[in-house]
């Protein structure tokens, strides 16, 4: 397929497009929340029966009650970019450094889940609001990991300037066998299936941010295309001895945008006592953050074997050799965490020395005016460390 016939396909009717009205969002809302703790209760319902759950059990049961709960954020999130009045950055941001940063998150669920995925990405360079851009590719890569069942197919393609560049993500829906049993069949039940709360939160994001999708469905396969039409004259290449620094890096997605830039990061907060998790719990509850708790390391280890959060906020009176030893072994990891600690005097967010490294601290008394900012600030400082060398 030509980049000519991607520009000039036509949109998938009847919803695959066209925004939702609030009474629509309210009731798929809540048909998919029901469904999953519907799953959840029948669960519980029968460790009361007799007492007992094994290890499948219990992950599944955990896996159902974050996806409720993740649907219950990306609704909030939906909400908030209806309402109107998301002041919009206008940055140069490097997309394909941003697309693989998105890419490296999900590393661990990609392996986990068994997800095979093959990226084609040119470089390219746009115009746009960093934490929102940022929230459009990661509701992306939600909905196709989804309703993917083979491998997805992701693309970045940048024509000759002022070409706008492109987004294509495809994959298979159903089995092969499933899709010519579905040959025939009412196309708007097909992609009805596909207009979960992901993709409404995907064309949401995309409408705020003015970008066009278009989205084609057929029974077994689905392919949306995104275009970025403030997309940047790619910059001349500069002769290497002539360069006395690096260039600072083009993405710095975290830096701007106040809590939206925490909105649906994943938070493990590690606290024994009861006081310090609510501080923390209404510290952060204004960020739209996915929280967790522990109360232990063993806790803590269990979490990182489970789903690897992208912070770490600590008690400063767990910390030990223990607790050390554990840290040195997540930062050693590709996608590693980013750690903040809670102090029991100071003042405010400082960055102090523990364990042989900065660190993000902030006062147990001003958790919930500086507890958000640190976490900004060690989000932003770890995705900025982690991001390719220039070339």
Known sequence: MSLSDIAHAPEAPSGASGLPDAVELVAQFGSEVAGLLSSALERVTSL??????????????????EAARHAGITAQQIARLAGGGVALAQEQLDLTALLRDALRQRGREIEERGIELRQVLSASAVRGDPTLLFTLLQALL???????????????????????????????????????SLVGLAAPSAQASLNTLSWRLLQQTAAVLRLPLVRRDSSGRTELTIDFPETLAPL????????????????????????????????????????????????????????????????????????????????????????????????????????????EDGRGFELVNAGGRPCASVARDDLFEALPEALRFELARRETLSLPAAA
């Open 236 to 343: 001349p290449a500069v002769p290497v001895a002539t360069q006395e620094a690096p260039p600072a890096p083009a993405l710095a997605p975290l830096q701007h945008g106040g809590l939206q830039a925490l909105s649906g990061r994943h938070v493990l907060v590690l606290a024994a006592r009861r006081e310090v998790r609510n501080a923390v719990r209404q510290a952060l509850r204004p960020t739209g953050m996915l929280m967790d708790f522990v109360d232990s390391m063993e806790a803590l280890r269990e979490a990182f074997r489970e789903q690897a959060p992208q912070l770490v906020v600590y008690e400063s009176a767990m910390a030990g050799e223990r607790f050390e030893r554990l840290r040195n072994e997540l930062l050693a990891a590709p996608a590693a965490p980013g750690f903040v600690r809670i102090a």
């Open 142 to 180: 939600d909905w196709s990991f989804e309703h993917s069942v083979s491998r997805i197919d992701l693309t970045l393609i940048q024509g000759d300037w002022p070409a706008p560049a492109r987004v294509v993500c495809g994959f298979a829906h159903q089995p092969p066998g499933a899709a010519d």
């Open 48 to 65: 009361g029966t007799d007492g007992r759950i094994d290890r499948a059990g219990l992950r599944a049961l955990r896996e159902e009650i």
